[in-house]
């Protein structure tokens, strides 16, 4: 493990595996680097795979500002890659992370040369009915409700260690109301035509967290993206659906 510092201060703990094209990788909201899991483990025999904990959580101290957005957040991203020696990295980013990944994409459009967007949005446009129970049950911090939102039951039980490994990154009530915050408070809409990267959107049919629709309008938004409706997946499909990795190095080697 090592320390990437970040402009304002915060110290971020990262990793690395594998050998070949950087791949960065970031985790949704409260859930570090531990929470790839067996995708990590996977990427990294054809990437060189990186992954952090978010400022806040895991081994990441939380830094100075009192409010988190997912710029400030993207602005951390971009200091991992310094950190790692990485001028330019494909991206992925699944939930909040997807959010962090497009203000990198926007802010720092050379660092990226692939975009990689699993269960995330724009922001809160689409109209789109959020189910209201489903984030009664994300804020309870219960993982035991929350597995059905993010996972088929039947991986669940076949997972134990994977869920448990994601669902237990180390996180304060502090850090982990202020992640949500800046999740909910994510806007990009406006400036998604700037991103140049090509970009693989990646969203499940079944995600109540994030609809189906805002995948839709963030596929609109980005010129040069292909959106993949993946049958049956749920939020966690970065986890629970294999099948997206030999997309995503598909995807990846195509470009």
């Known amino acids: 493990m090592k320390i990437a510092p970040a402009p304002d201060g915060?110290?971020?703990?990262?990793?690395?595996?594998?050998?070949?094209?950087?791949?960065?990788?970031?985790?949704?909201?409260?859930t570090g680097m531990a929470g790839w899991g067996p995708?990590?483990?996977?990427?990294?025999?054809h990437f060189r795979v990186i992954r952090y904990d978010h400022r806040g959580v895991g081994g990441s101290s939380k830094g100075r500002?009192?409010?988190?957005?997912?710029?400030?957040?993207?602005?951390?991203?971009?200091?991992?890659?310094?950190?790692?020696?990485?001028?330019?990295?494909?991206?992925?980013?699944?939930s909040m992370g997807g959010r962090i990944a497009q203000w990198l994409a926007i802010d720092h459009p050379e660092r990226v040369r692939a975009?990689?967007?699993?269960?995330?949005?724009?922001g809160r446009r689409s109209g789109a009915e959020v189910d209201a129970r489903a984030f009664e049950i994300l804020l309870s911090g219960d993982p035991e409700l929350m597995a059905p939102l993010f996972f088929d039951p039947a991986w669940t039980r076949e997972h134990p260690d994977a869920v448990r490994s994601f669902f237990g990154t180390k996180a304060s009530a502090w850090a982990k109301a202020r992640?949500?915050?800046?999740?909910?408070?994510?806007?990009?809409w406006d400036s998604l035509g700037t991103i140049h990267a090509p970009t693989l959107i990646l969203h499940g049919t079944e995600d109540v967290l994030t609809p189906l629709a805002d995948?839709?309008?963030?596929?609109?938004?980005i010129r040069?993206?292909?959106?993949?409706?993946?049958?049956?997946?749920?939020?966690?499909?970065?986890?629970d659906h294999?099948?997206?990795?030999?997309?995503?190095r598909q995807f990846i080697s195509a470009k």
Request: glycine share 12%.
């Open 39 to 45: 995708t990590a483990d996977a990427l990294a025999g």
């Open 10 to 30: 915060a110290e971020l703990l990262w990793s690395e595996a594998g050998d070949g094209e950087p791949l960065l990788l970031l985790a949704g909201q409260t």
């Open 115 to 122: 975009l990689v967007l699993a269960g995330t949005s724009g």
């Open 215 to 221: 995948a839709v309008l963030l596929h609109r938004g």
């Open 179 to 188: 992640h949500f915050q800046a999740s909910r408070a994510h806007d990009a």
């Open 65 to 94: 500002p009192e409010r988190y957005t997912t710029r400030l957040l993207a602005a951390d991203a971009a200091a991992v890659l310094d950190a790692a020696g990485v001028g330019s990295a494909h991206v992925y980013g699944h």
């Open 242 to 248: 294999p099948e997206t990795i030999a997309w995503i």
């Open 224 to 239: 040069r993206s292909t959106l993949v409706k993946v049958p049956g997946a749920r939020h966690g499909l970065h986890l």
